[in-house]
């Protein structure tokens, strides 16, 4: 039996991975890399170096694969999506059956960015390939952006007793704030999703993460109507980073009744400061640059 | 400056702790740990063989201190919550100057279930604490409950581009399942929250943690009505497991529309099966009698 394990890796601090994802890799035959062309080879990159930092069996083979693209001609969101995961799964059943062809070891891996829990295709990739070979599935759970921003803002998720909504860019432009929870979290937005929405007094929490090759980092918040920072500017940098949108970025908003956590609150302030240094570490990506190592 | 570490160390898996947490626990002159009565006894031992597998500074310092309870008197239920929070702080700050004038370092630590930034009251009770002392957060992120849960159901969180709410119980209760998102995760709940609502053909994932000293778990999912599984009486079990409220123990529901992860989904119940025998392991309590250490 094939076993295909999905771990978590964070978002893309090797201090992030767990012990659990370190033995889950080192007892991996295959690892299998995605590939998603030049503009975004720092984040195979990263994955490349999470490795190299991780695994120390000499037995585990890192192999690169070519991501299929999604069809930007198929209008429909959900099934250009599903037509794109079909196209993946067959690429990984193939490099699957080509590694077992060559003698290859019955368990394979793939690194996830964040959780394969959240907002992440594969579980849904796995569950096609095992229509074709069977498959046993090992999930391994990894911190998410969400956990990573809180942490840097030194900020609840919730508030007291409170609800939490995670949605997407399209949902929240679609259907506005929704009905009931104190926090909304917003993924998968590429353009400030939030400033589609006239909210006054409402705080918002964001950031950014490192990119490989280039050291960039943000970390800030403010109100969103009227805004203090340069949301709008902030947003669009953030945007721009190709870790932005892979590696999960989250943005955080709450609403101004019972918010606790204010940027009148000193402690909070200083807590930022703080913990915006002890979160980014600019050498990381700057002293490895070795380890971004080609694919052929 | 007293630093204040707020160190997330997941569920009570060991291998689910981060480097950074090691790192962070080592770093303190002080891990403050919670005493919770004899009925909570062994969430204090479970934070303790944490300690010990994890700090290898000699100059840490372990303390076990009583945590204050809850006025039951108190009708109102943020005003209790308040209340409590205010009681804790003056017992943590009460311990940061006792340690300090026995000359002790200024790097304060606690070992926080799950996730500091979910359902958790040590952020607040912190900026309570910084009103009297100044104090600088360092916020190191942890797995949550429903990371680990879905991970060892092997299932998303989210349905394809859906939103996810994260509520309580008592929110499901009084106002019934939200509008909007697709799936639904209930946490701080005592009694199967979701059986309140009658909703045929929504699909409920839920389990619990193994508690110190006596090795449980539970990990099933079925239909919520009609169930073909003694849900009520799982979920009974669950709840009377110490670990469960205080570990943060999540239970998932998915609307049954585009719900990708059916229990007739064969994968689904492989991986299941896999995932549980992953996930738990009864050894790991078991051959640590000794780590139930007794406090002074």
Redesign the interface.
Same mark, same amino acid.
């Not at 601090?13 to 659990?20: E, G, I, R, Y």
């Not at 609150?265 to 909070?268: F, K, R, V, W, Y």
């Given at each position: 039996m094939i076993?295909v394990s999905l771990i !978590?890796i964070?978002t893309g601090?090797?201090?992030?991975?767990?012990?659990?994802a370190v033995?889950a890799m080192n007892l991996a035959d295959l690892i299998l890399i995605p590939l998603k062309g030049d503009d975004k080879a720092d984040l195979a990159g990263l994955r490349q170096a999470i490795c190299e930092s991780c695994v120390t069996n000499p037995a585990t083979r890192i192999e690169g694969f070519d991501l299929p693209v999604r069809d930007r001609a198929t209008p429909d +969101?959900?099934t250009r999506?599903?037509d794109w995961h079909d196209a993946i799964a067959a690429v990984w059943r193939d490099r699957i059956n080509a590694h077992l062809e060559q003698g290859g070891g019955p368990r394979v891996a793939l690194l996830v960015w964040g /959780?394969?829990?959240? +907002? /992440?295709s594969t579980?849904?990739i796995?569950?096609r390939v095992?229509?074709d070979i069977p498959? @046993?599935? /090992?999930?391994?759970? !990894?911190?998410?952006s969400?956990?990573?921003l809180?942490?840097?803002h030194?900020?609840?998720?919730?508030e007291?007793?409170?609800?939490? @909504?995670?949605?997407?860019g399209?949902?929240l432009r679609d !259907?506005g704030w929704? /009905? !009931?929870?104190g926090t909304v979290v917003v993924m998968?937005d590429a353009g400030g999703a939030f400033t589609s929405l006239y909210m006054p007094h409402y705080h918002i929490w964001w950031g950014a993460y490192a990119r490989a090759g280039q050291s960039c980092a943000w970390l800030d918040h403010g109100h969103l109507h009227p805004a203090p920072d340069p949301y709008d500017a902030s947003i669009r940098k953030v945007a721009m980073t190709p870790a932005a949108g892979v590696a999960g970025s989250a943005t955080i908003c709450k609403h101004p009744y019972g918010c606790? =956590?204010s940027p009148l609150?000193?402690?909070?302030r200083?807590?930022r400061s =703080?913990?915006q240094a002890?979160y980014y570490d600019p050498t990381f990506f700057d002293q490895r640059p070795e380890r971004l190592i080609k694919y052929t």
């Open positions: 076993t !978590g964070g601090n090797p201090d992030h991975v767990t012990a659990q033995r +969101y959900l999506v599903n /959780d394969p829990s959240l +907002y /992440d579980l849904r796995a569950a095992g229509r498959i @046993m599935l /090992d999930v391994i759970p !990894g911190l998410t969400i956990q990573v809180c942490a840097a030194a900020i609840p998720l919730n007291l007793g409170a609800s939490v @909504m995670i949605t997407t399209r949902q !259907g929704p /009905d !009931g929870p998968l606790q =956590f609150n000193a402690l909070s200083s807590a =703080f913990s002890a």
